[in-house]
């Protein structure tokens, strides 16, 4: 039992998925929400639209389950495939409640993204495929935040904040070599 213990511990310091800043606020976990896009399924390829191969611009995505009392959503896609550690290819932050965000849009606040960019910056894994996790946030407030702040910070300011969170999962492995 001590093993399993320690093993839980150490997974808990290295992952970056049990991060402080997704723990939903409240005694409930939340759950409700759903991620979803018109694009592709949860686990399935990104189309080459949504990508450096292609237009890179961002996917529609559909939100359901919004909680009561979401006052602001934020967005936050990665890769923790890449080879220097985890990629954000987009940070956006104080997005209206809304049921979905348009395919080529802006929907909020802009962070800086690991492309030193402030926009969508599509997968473009350099080998093998990669997982692209869009995580969307439901906080119980805007964060008043300027555009330009990275993921971390924004996962700082989301801290206590967060009512409810869902994820969607794509894969992407480049076609042209």
């Not at 956006?92 to 690991?114: C, L, R, W, Y």
């Not at 492309?115 to 805007?142: M, N, Q, V, W």
Request: aromatic fraction near 8%; hydrophobic fraction near 40%.
């Amino acid at each position: 039992m001590k093993w399993l213990i320690a093993i839980l511990l150490a997974a808990a310091v290295v992952n970056p998925y049990f991060a402080a800043a997704d723990e939903v606020k409240g005694e409930e976990k939340g759950g409700t929400m759903k991620l979803s896009s018109p694009a592709f399924e949860n686990n399935k390829s990104i189309p080459m639209k949504f990508t450096c191969e292609g237009e890179d611009i961002n996917p529609a995505l559909i939100i359901e389950g919004l909680p009561a009392g979401t006052r602001s959503l934020a967005l936050i896609v990665d890769d923790p495939d890449a080879p220097v550690g985890t990629w954000a290819h987009w940070v956006v932050f104080d997005i209206s409640p809304v049921a979905s965000i348009e395919e080529d849009s802006i929907p909020g606040k802009q962070g800086m993204n690991n492309f030193r960019r402030k926009d969508y910056g599509g997968p473009c894994p350099p080998s093998g495929t990669h997982r692209y996790f869009f995580k969307i946030y439901a906080l119980d407030s805007e964060l008043g935040l300027s555009e330009g702040i990275d993921k971390k910070g924004l996962e700082e300011a989301m801290q206590g904040h967060i009512l409810d969170k869902a994820q969607l999962i794509g894969l992407y492995k480049k076609q042209s070599r």
